[in-house]
């Protein structure tokens, strides 16, 4: 569990105990008759605004811990990605997406989101199975053709060239 949404859940029960507490002691004077409906409603009032900022940040700080959570485990994903393209070389984007447990287009997703990071540079032939190929961005810098045609490749996007012929996209980073 992170920080942020253990401060929330403290936050939360440290609101709903004052409100428990506010609420007890307002039934304690009232049942001895030392404080009117008319105070009660007032001293309820009163003690609803930190019951309300402490369980509203509460409440705030556990969506936020979830929210870093979930980018936690995407970054943990990636690293993943990173790692088993850089012990092998080269893997089709099928076994990656089955040995890491997601779906192929959020490998896709990945792959792309790690070039536009420039933390990834390598290559991927889409027409023969997908098969992702890492590579040294200085050996792709210099590529004027094709490794997998020989056609004519040109720039597609941030990072990325493409061969016009056989759709074999190149990841610069």
């Known amino acids: 569990m992170n920080s942020s949404r253990l401060v929330g859940i403290l936050l ?43 369980v509203g940040f509460g409440i705030y700080m556990i969506v936020q811990g979830g929210a870093q959570a979930k980018e936690a485990g995407e970054m943990q994903k990636q690293r993943q990605l990173l790692d088993i393209l850089r012990s092998r070389g080269q893997v089709s984007v099928d ?15 990945m792959v792309h989101s790690l070039v536009g990071l420039q933390v990834f540079s390598g290559y991927i032939n889409w027409n023969e199975g997908g098969i992702l190929y890492s590579a040294e961005a200085s050996s792709l810098r210099e590529l004027t053709k094709c490794k997998n045609c020989g056609g004519e490749i040109t720039l597609a996007g941030k990072g990325i060239v493409a061969c016009r012929f056989c759709g074999t996209e190149y990841f610069l980073s």
């Open 12 to 54: 939360l029960v440290a609101g709903i105990g004052v409100a428990v507490i506010a609420a007890l002691w307002i039934a304690s004077q009232v049942s001895a008759g030392t404080l009117s409906g008319g105070g009660a409603a007032t001293t309820a009032g009163v003690a609803f605004v930190p019951v309300a900022l402490l």
């Open 95 to 109: 076994d990656m997406a089955l040995e890491m447990g997601v779906p192929v287009a959020q490998v896709k997703n």
